[in-house]
């Protein structure tokens, strides 16, 4: 061969290798930073944003400060999600299910806490939409199905329910009936376009923002979205990196304050919400079709609480959330009426549902040793063999 | 899927490359040519691609009974077959929603009722003036008829000049498919940086100087006359470098397949005449209309009225070749006049000295290309009012002024894409030829359609 054909062989190899693999980290950097900065982007105030992107860098340290409530929450949820990534453990459901935490777990397990106050299950599944979307579909999902939603009265929304439904509220789910993304090779015109490129860009400036003011908490002013130390008591609740909630006053799991009183006299319209169920089943049959494993629980309530109406109202929601369990071939561990049962004592009760790590490791530990029969083996293997102990 | 999209470049166009080395056999990799090429067509055009079937097929057999017929009035009936039904095709789908409305307009109420569902199929003007040229050939005894239907159907339909030329001539093209061997890397190497070298100018120049002046020459009365004959100055320039690219690339995938195909610009702004103009600009069009067109009518050797008329025909059809439209209709006949009063002043117009000639071709140049990017009467009566009576500041984009600035440097080069050696670039114009390719890709879904597409 020729040396001067030789040498335009060697920059054509060069030339096209150099193309394809600028534009191919391109594309790779568009494709990892897409979905994080369409999420930062989309959801929640700029303080929020720079606050758990804050947190997410110091999971040991710190704790974001925030006002409960789905307004919240939800923002922080489909921040977080682009945050944390993959999931191993996945914990949905109602605000009692606040204090699940990844302590409960061994290390090496991922975990995210999804609980959302005050919530529809509409809203649980968009958390669990974007916890697959950003990291791929979790393992395992603990599923706080209280048995006192089912008997609520009013609508539960479904994902057909228009945007503009009144019922809705804190605003429909943020992908509410839109077109799942494209997959990736039908997405190239986009990934390899000059705005996503801008936006990543972007993105990593704001990032190294994040990053530079990462290392100092911020002064707990009672305010909102303050990043502080989590090792200090706050008169305010605050989030931690694995998705779960301190009370304020709480500090390392003990509570030292009260909340309100939340169930009011039992006498009275309370009654199981057909609807709720019909919603209940639809969503988890939803989630259990991508593959996961989902173990519907209901947390004890404190027993101090319970009259024999209630009692009768929470036997029947139970047994309705077993029978939805059943249909779907998921666990079903209703632990409503025996909080004794797994060692929840009166100071662990922050007010009648709301629960505190410690009894939340006795609900982790009953589902263990057999209250999820199927899903047994699959727990012990991600449950830490300390929580087992009593 | 035109040849700036991420599907021709990425999948299409290596896909095809790879699967057309690895055939031995000529015919074989005719044969897969002619397949990829029709499928790249039914892509642009859908069942369309049925028709460019049709025109291959009768002017392959007229080729064929040319030949075998010696009687000069058969022949001549022969050849008449194949014009009747090339012009009568592209007739047809160009012209016939012109004929419907204007003689409704005339009319003034719906005398003709349209076809529905009738467009104009993509590169019909192209492949039926490449494929009648071969027709005619033959006729002249200028060429041997092919007699092999797998060569004829690949030099109509091969991917790289289909949709928008150039028009290569059959005495280039077929010669170099009856004789395809193996693929000379070098050409491939000098085919890969010119087609990059097309990318470029078609997405970073063209595409960026219409994204500042479509807004402007899309709505003529709302601006004054800086920014008009600012974006008329783009426009030319994008024309220019639209076009050209799109040769470019052309070009560097003939270049690809081992073949090499007719220079279709060459350096058309450095024009100082008309006549030299046409000699620069869509060089393989005003070639053909010069040989099949103007030299049949009489060329220049019968008179000098009769030059001129014939000079007035063949530009005026050429600007009806454009489209069924008045604008082309003005170009067209705009350059024709153009070139009647050159003839008449050219030898008093060779004395003035030569920035005055390029000064004033320029000028001459833009004026011709108003009619060309007004689509409507109205427009172009708004930018004529406009771009003479209003003047006011400037309020064009500065980028505007800066793409101008960047198109006309380039356009003034003393070298064009046809005179560098893209086989044999240095290191750092080939790194920086890559890298500017990375910034096109990223701009592709910003980049439109080349503007000759549309005839």
């Known amino acids: ?390 | 899927m035109p040849f700036n999209s991420l599907q021709f470049i990425f999948l299409f166009l290596p896909v095809v490359l790879v699967l057309w080395r690895l055939f031995r056999r000529r015919q074989h990799a005719l044969a897969f040519m002619i397949g990829a090429s029709y499928l790249f067509y039914a892509l642009a055009a859908g069942w369309y691609a049925l028709l460019m079937v049709v025109s291959t097929s009768v002017d392959f057999a007229v080729g064929l009974l040319l030949d075998a017929e010696q009687r000069p009035g058969r022949r001549k009936l022969i050849l008449c077959l194949s014009l009747v039904f090339n012009l009568g095709l592209l007739s047809f789908f160009k012209y016939y929603g012109f004929v419907v409305d204007s003689v409704n307009t005339l009319a003034g109420y719906p005398l003709l009722q349209a076809v529905a569902g009738v467009a104009l199929p993509a590169g019909i003007s192209f492949y039926t003036f490449q494929s009648m040229g071969y027709s005619i050939d033959v006729y002249r005894r200028d060429l041997k008829p092919s007699k092999s239907f797998i060569e004829f159907a690949s030099f109509v339909s091969l991917f790289p000049q289909l949709i928008a030329g150039p028009i290569v001539r059959p005495k280039l093209l077929l010669p170099q498919l009856a004789a395809q061997g193996p693929v000379d890397n070098a050409r491939v190497t000098s085919g890969a940086m010119l087609f990059a070298a097309g990318l470029c100018k078609k997405v970073l120049v063209a595409d960026r100087l219409a994204w500042y002046a479509d807004p402007i020459l899309n709505a003529p009365g709302a601006y004054g006359s800086v920014d008009l004959w600012l974006a008329m100055v783009a426009f030319a320039l994008q024309i220019y470098f639209d076009f050209s690219g799109y040769t470019d690339m052309a070009r560097g995938l003939a270049r690809l397949l081992g073949l090499e195909f007719s220079i279709n610009f060459d350096s058309p702004y450095h024009a100082r005449n008309p006549s030299d103009f046409w000699k620069r600009w869509h060089v393989s069009l005003s070639s053909w209309l010069r040989d099949y067109l103007y030299i049949p009518l009489g060329g220049n050797r019968k008179g000098r009225g009769r030059t001129g008329l014939n000079l007035f025909i063949t530009m005026f059809l050429g600007g009806l070749w454009h489209g069924a439209g008045v604008n082309f209709i003005v170009w067209g006949s705009f350059h024709g006049l153009l070139l009647l009063v050159y003839h008449r002043i050219e030898k008093p117009w060779s004395t003035l000295p030569r920035g005055v000639q390029h000064a004033v071709m320029l000028f001459v140049l833009l004026v011709s290309w108003i009619p060309f990017r007004m689509h409507t009467m109205h427009d172009l009566g708004a930018f004529a009012v406009h771009a003479t009576l209003a003047p006011h500041l400037p309020t064009a984009p500065p980028q505007l002024w800066g793409y101008v600035l960047l198109g006309a440097g380039l356009s003034a080069l003393p070298r064009n894409s046809n005179d560098i050696r893209w086989g044999a670039l240095g290191w750092p114009t080939t790194l920086a030829l890559a890298l500017l390719v990375v910034v096109a890709v990223l701009h592709l879904n910003l980049s439109s359609k080349f503007i000759y597409f549309a005839f």
């Not at chain 1, 002013?221 to 706050?234: K, L, M, Q």
């Not at chain 1, 199981?272 to 259990?288: I, S, T």
């Not at chain 1, 593959?291 to 309530?301: A, N, Q």
């Not at chain 1, 929601?317 to 009426?337: F, I, P, Y």
């Open chain 1, 1 to 390: 061969m020729p040396v001067q054909t030789a040498s335009q062989i060697r920059k054509l190899v060069v030339f096209v290798t150099l193309v394809v693999a600028l534009l191919a980290a391109i594309w790779h950097a568009n494709r990892t930073t897409r979905d994080q900065a369409a999420a930062l982007t989309a959801a929640g105030s700029t303080q929020l944003r720079e606050a758990l992107q804050r947190l997410a860098r110091l999971p040991d340290r710190a704790s974001v400060t925030m006002n409960p409530g789905p307004i919240n929450e939800r923002q922080l949820r489909h921040v977080n999600a682009q945050l944390v990534g993959k999931v191993d453990v996945l914990v949905l459901g109602q605000s009692d299910a606040d204090h699940m935490s990844q302590t409960f777990f061994r290390k090496g397990v991922r975990f995210y806490n999804g609980f959302l106050s005050n919530s529809f299950f509409a809203y649980h599944f968009e958390v669990f939409e974007d916890i697959v979307r950003a990291g791929g579909v979790p393992r395992l999902v603990l599923y706080d199905a209280r048995c006192l939603t089912l008997v609520k009265e009013g609508d539960e929304p479904g994902y057909d329910t228009p945007p503009e439904d009144p019922i809705w509220w804190a605003g429909a789910p943020f992908r509410h009936k839109a077109q799942p993304p494209p997959p990736w090779y039908r997405d190239l015109d986009s990934l390899l376009s000059l705005q996503q490129t801008e936006l990543t860009l972007q993105t990593w400036q704001d990032e190294r923002q994040v990053r530079e003011t990462v290392a100092d908490l911020d002064k707990d002013t009672g305010a909102s979205f303050r990043v502080v130390d989590r090792h200090v008591r706050s008169k305010v609740h605050r989030w931690l990196a694995d998705g779960s909630r301190v009370y304020p006053g709480e500090l390392d799991g003990v509570l030292s304050t009260r909340g309100s009183v939340r169930i009011e006299d039992s006498q009275g319209a309370r009654k199981l919400n057909p609807q709720r169920v019909a919603m209940l089943e639809a969503f988890v049959r939803r989630m259990a079709a991508t593959g996961t494993t989902v173990v519907l629980y209901s947390p004890p309530i404190d027993p101090r609480a319970l009259t024999p109406g209630l009692t009768a109202q929470m036997t029947g929601a139970g047994r309705a959330a077993a029978q939805v369990a059943q249909r779907l071939g998921v666990d079903s561990c209703d632990l409503t009426l025996r909080a004794r049962e797994i060692g929840c004592q009166d100071e662990d009760f922050y007010d009648q549902t709301h629960l505190s790590r410690a009894c939340n490791r006795g609900i982790v530990r009953k589902l263990v040793s057999g209250c999820a029969p199927k899903t047994q083996q699959l727990l012990r293997d991600l449950v830490d063999p300390d929580v087992l102990k009593r």
